[in-house]
T-cell receptor, first 119, second 110 residues
Framework: AAGVIQSPRHLIKEKRETATLKCYPI?????VYWYQQGPGQDPQFLIS???????DKGSIPDRFSAQQFSDYHSELNMSSLELGDSALYFC??????????????????FGPGTRLTVL | LAKTTQPISMDSYEGQEVNITCSHN???????ITWYQQFPSQGPRFIIQ???TKVTNEVASLFIPADRKSSTLSLPRVSLSDTAVYYC???????????FGSGTRLLVRP
């Protein structure tokens, strides 16, 4: 079965540079979520989109922005990168307000992540 | 969103049953309980979800007492590949973001 695709898988940037992470959700999924997981930390919710509109916002720095496009893929844009931005960035997708097979509510399917290293 | 409390770590041996209990004293009426599993450097993976009583699927069982202030994830006959971090999440239909607390790091020994 098709899974969530993230690119690139690894990214190395210098401080103050910019980075763009891409996420391609599972076909027919209309909701995309972004999570950040620092070394030894638990995943932290950043932002989500439902039907191309921002649906929720978490602890996302102002230096970061994101959007969901007409084909439902999403991009996370990160500017003025800092050393503390080094982390795994996961994208997840779901059927949004509906339920998946078996009546599971809001089952989110995670991608393999993008490992961002800021030097 | 209800706060959850889980043991930081647990050790087990192959073939044993593992039970991980999560406390969520402030669970709301419309909240459901979901467990995710995460292997190192991989995204979390849905394991099981329930609202009350007992739910069982091909990988785990979830026990929820009548007051719903706690839940127990039961993994039957664990193997080395079950070594992972297990997260208990509580949420309702009004919020779709997943709030990960401190999960339980399960180590399965041979």
């Amino acid at each position: 079965a098709a899974g969530v695709i993230q690119s690139p898988r690894h990214l190395i940037k210098e401080k103050r540079e910019t980075a763009t992470l891409k996420c391609y959700p599972i076909p027919r999924h209309d909701t995309v979520y972004w999570y950040q997981q620092g070394p030894g930390q638990d995943p932290q919710f950043l932002i989500s989109f439902y039907e191309k509109m921002q649906s929720d916002k978490g602890s996302i720095p102002d230096r970061f922005s994101a959007q969901q496009f007409s084909d439902y893929h999403s991009e996370l844009n990160m500017s003025s990168l800092e050393l503390g931005d080094s982390a795994l960035y996961f994208c997840a997708s779901s059927l949004g307000l509906g339920t998946s097979g078996g009546g599971i509510r809001n089952e989110q399917f995670f991608g393999p992540g993008t490992r961002l290293t800021v030097l | 969103l209800a706060k959850t409390t889980q043991p930081i770590s647990m050790d087990s041996y192959e073939g044993q049953e593992v039970n991980i209990t999560c406390s969520h004293n402030n669970i709301a009426t419309n909240d459901y309980i979901t467990w995710y599993q995460q292997f190192p450097s991989q995204g979390p993976r849905f394991i099981i979800q329930g609202y009350k009583t007992k739910v069982t699927n091909e990988v785990a069982s979830l026990f929820i007492p009548a007051d719903r202030k706690s839940s127990t994830l039961s993994l039957p006959r664990v193997s080395l590949s079950d070594t992972a971090v297990y997260y208990c999440l509580v949420g309702g239909e009004s919020s779709y973001k997943l709030i990960f607390g401190s999960g339980t790091r399960l180590l399965v020994r041979p």
